[in-house]
């Protein structure tokens, strides 16, 4: 059984950094894109950064890049979400996500295109 499981959320003042993690059992996870998605209050859920199984590609969304680096260990096997410079609109409910890939390079921008998921992690910013 497939299971992605998050940690490392909470309340954080705007200008503060957090740092999510992902440990996931049950797949071959060398061989998974992963992928880091939000929901906000009344808006969908939608992509924050991805990383390819290998590492060597990442792919982040425009509001996050600078601030916000995805990281992965095969070995452990764990990812990783490093947040900076937080502002409020980052408030939301953040998701792990995997996706197979025969790519060592492929990321996955599509929610469609994750095949197993976390249950979900809060992170509030307050101004």
């Known amino acids: 059984q497939v299971q992605l499981v998050e940690s490392g959320g909470g309340s954080v003042q705007a200008g503060g950094p957090l740092r999510l993690s992902c440990a996931a059992s049950g797949l071959t996870f060398g061989r998974f894109a992963m992928g880091w998605l939000r929901q906000a209050p009344w808006q969908a859920r939608a992509l924050v950064a991805t990383?390819?199984?290998?590492?060597?590609?990442?792919y982040y969304a425009d509001s996050v890049k600078g601030r916000f680096t995805i990281f992965r260990d095969n070995a452990k096997p764990t990812a990783a979400l490093q947040m900076n410079s937080l502002k409020p609109e980052d408030t939301a409910v953040y998701y792990c996500?995997?996706?197979?890939?025969?790519?060592?390079?492929?990321?996955?921008?599509?929610?469609?295109?994750?095949?197993?998921w976390g249950q979900g992690i809060q992170v509030t910013v307050s101004s």
């Open positions: 996500a995997a996706a197979k890939t025969t790519s060592s390079v492929g990321v996955r921008t599509f929610q469609r295109e994750y095949d197993y």
């Open positions: 990383i390819s199984w290998s590492g060597y590609n990442t």
